[in-house]
Structures are given as structure tokens and as C-alpha cells.
């Protein structure tokens, strides 16, 4: 497995970190949401790899190297599948495709992976050597997959300053899949640097309206605020708020016509997202005193 020379490096955690921490729950990270974001996910990837490799072979001053970067890349201890190994998984039935099928150079792809848990990162790179061992077997193949994935230790927001001079051209995905509170600053910057690049955000609705509302966390703004501030002009979404922490995979994009999914296929600006939004939003209490007002208009 080729490491990126960054991957020696400790980055630290923010101070903001350990407010976040406080935040959130300690403990429990499984929940019934996990298995069907894992589901969820490799569709929207293999979607995803398929719409870029028909835009890559049509324009040739496209960037041909697909990027994936996944912040928050260590696996779940108790899963077989993670975010991670779903692409590469996706990416190698891709590139098998693209060579017999379509008898065409396979796409070049880069994947950096980051964690800041030394124990997930080793977990995961077993799982990757594992993955190269059993599915690829030619050994130019598993040269390139050795040669075009990073894995980094670290925090991801000072790790992924370091990838904000890349080609303005590339396409891929960035992925955020936190345990709490998404990091929008990070996420905002990327998007404004990176308009052919989309954002898939696992996103944990209920913590962000805890964090708004507490004077111990750093948070100020509503779910909402936070996207009228991404430079992203559409968003397709989930079309379910997920387990009482309302879990909401949402996909960024500046592409007005990305295709809508067997599981995220809700186009912002519809009625359907904004009653996602409303409840993604309000807290329950401001959603009972609005249903009081709605029924008071009636008297
Ligand atoms: C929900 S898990 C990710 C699960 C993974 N995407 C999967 O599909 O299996 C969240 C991960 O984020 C990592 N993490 C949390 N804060 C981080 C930070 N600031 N920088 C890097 N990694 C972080 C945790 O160590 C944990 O492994």
C-alpha cells in the first residue's frame, strides 16, 4: 500500500473538536440508519463514476483522473462494508467495464483517504489489502490501485487545505460521513474551489439544530443557512429523515440534470425537499407552535 508522505504527519485536533464532542453522544455509533447509508452510498458512487466516465470520453479538455476524497474514511468496526472499499469496488467493476465493454483506456482515478483514528486507518488498510489480494488479480491493475490510493492520518480539515490548488477541471466526489456535526467551513471552501467536483454529505440534521441552540458549541446557523451558503446550485437528497437523529444523505452539485437515484433522488427547490427541509430544520417544538398557528388562521 503506497502512503502519502503526509500520512507520517499527526495534524491535532481542533479546539472546536472537543466542544463538538460534548455536542454529541459518546458511545453509540451504529444505528439502523448505518446498513442503508452503506447501501445508499455505493449507489450514489457507481451512479456517480458512470456519469463522469461518459463526461470524461466526450470532452477531451476534461481532467481524465476521477478524485475521491472521503474525510471521514475509517471503517465501523462492527461492519463488514465501508465507505471507502464501496468505491473502490465501484471503481475496479468500472474500469473492468470501460476496458472489455467499451474496449476503451480505463479512467485513472485518485482516492485519499482520511481518518483521525490510528485503529480505523490500520482497520481499513487491512481491508484494502485484503480487497487487492482477492478481487484484483492482474498485477498491473493492482499497481495502479496501489499507486493511486492515499491514506491519511489526521484531522480532515487541515488535511484537505493541502488538496485546495488541484485542477479547477476535475471531476469526482468528496464525501463527509461525521459522527456529529458536519465541518461546513471545509465543505464550503471545497465547493467554491472545485465547481466540477460534487459534495455527498451524510449529514446528521438533529445534532445541528442541538448545536444551534446550545451556548457551549461553536455552531450558529441552521441547516439551511449553511447551504444557501455552499457554492452548489442544486442538491438532490434522500427522501427520509433517518432514526430520531434524522439522517439525511444529501449529493451538491452544479449540475442542473443529475440523474435522481433509486434512493437520493429528492431536486431541491421541489415541494418535496422543502417539507424535508422544514422538518430537517425545526426543532419539534418550533414545529408544534407553527402547527398551533397554522390551525389558529382556521378559527
Ligand atoms: C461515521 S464514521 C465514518 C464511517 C465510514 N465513512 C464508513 O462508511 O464506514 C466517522 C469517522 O470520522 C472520523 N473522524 C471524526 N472526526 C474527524 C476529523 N476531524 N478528522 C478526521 N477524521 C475524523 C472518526 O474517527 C470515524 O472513523
Known amino acids: 500500500m503506497t502512503k502519502n508522505k503526509t500520512t507520517q504527519q499527526w495534524y491535532g485536533l481542533f479546539p472546536e473538536e472537543k466542544l463538538n464532542a460534548v455536542c454529541f453522544p459518546a458511545g453509540k455509533h451504529i444505528s439502523s440508519a448505518t446498513p442503508i447509508k452503506q447501501e445508499v452510498f455505493k449507489d450514489i458512487t457507481n451512479t456517480h463514476i458512470n456519469i463522469v466516465y461518459n463526461i470524461v470520453n466526450k470532452y477531451e479538455w476534461t481532467n481524465r483522473i476521477y478524485h475521491y476524497f472521503d474525510l ?22 468500472s474500469r473492468k467495464k470501460q476496458r472489455y465493454r467499451y474496449k476503451s483506456q480505463p479512467m485513472e482515478f485518485k482516492a485519499v483517504l482520511i481518518d483521525k483514528d490510528d485503529n480505523r486507518l490500520k482497520d481499513l488498510s487491512n481491508r484494502i489489502d485484503k480487497f487487492l489480494e482477492i478481487k484484483v488479480k492482474d498485477p498491473k491493475e493492482k499497481k495502479v490501485f496501489n499507486d493511486s490510493i492515499d ?6 480539515e487541515k488535511i484537505l487545505k493541502d488538496y485546495m490548488a488541484l485542477s479547477r477541471n476535475m471531476y469526482g466526489i468528496l464525501y463527509h460521513d461525521p459522527f456529529g456535526e458536519p465541518s461546513f467551513d471545509i465543505l464550503k471552501e471545497f465547493a467554491k474551489h472545485y465547481p466540477r467536483m460534487d459534495i455527498v454529505l451524510n449529514c446528521n ?20 443557512e449553511h447551504i444557501d451558503e455552499m457554492s452548489k446550485d442544486h442538491i ?3 427522501n427520509k429523515l433517518r432514526t430520531c437523529w434524522q439522517w439525511l444523505m444529501m449529493i451538491f452539485t ?9 434512493y437520493v433522488n429528492v431536486i431541491s427547490g421541489t415541494s418535496e425537499w422543502d417539507n424535508i427541509m422544514f422538518k ?20
Open 72 to 93: 471521514n474514511a475509517g471503517p465501523e468496526p462492527e461492519l463488514d462494508v465501508c465507505s471507502a472499499l464501496s468505491f473502490l469496488e465501484n471503481i475496479k467493476e
Open 151 to 156: 491514506i491519511i492520518r489526521g484531522n480532515n
Open 205 to 224: 440534521c438533529g445534532t445541528i439544530k442541538r448545536t444551534k441552540n446550545s451556548a457551549t458549541c461553536k455552531n450558529s446557523k441552521t441547516l439551511k
Open 236 to 238: 438532490v437528497c434522500s
Open 254 to 262: 452544479n449540475w442542473d440534470k443529475y440523474p435522481r437515484g433509486r
Open 280 to 299: 430537517a430544520v425545526h426543532t419539534n417544538e418550533e414545529i408544534r407552535k407553527w402547527n398551533i398557528g397554522q390551525l389558529n388562521l382556521f378559527k
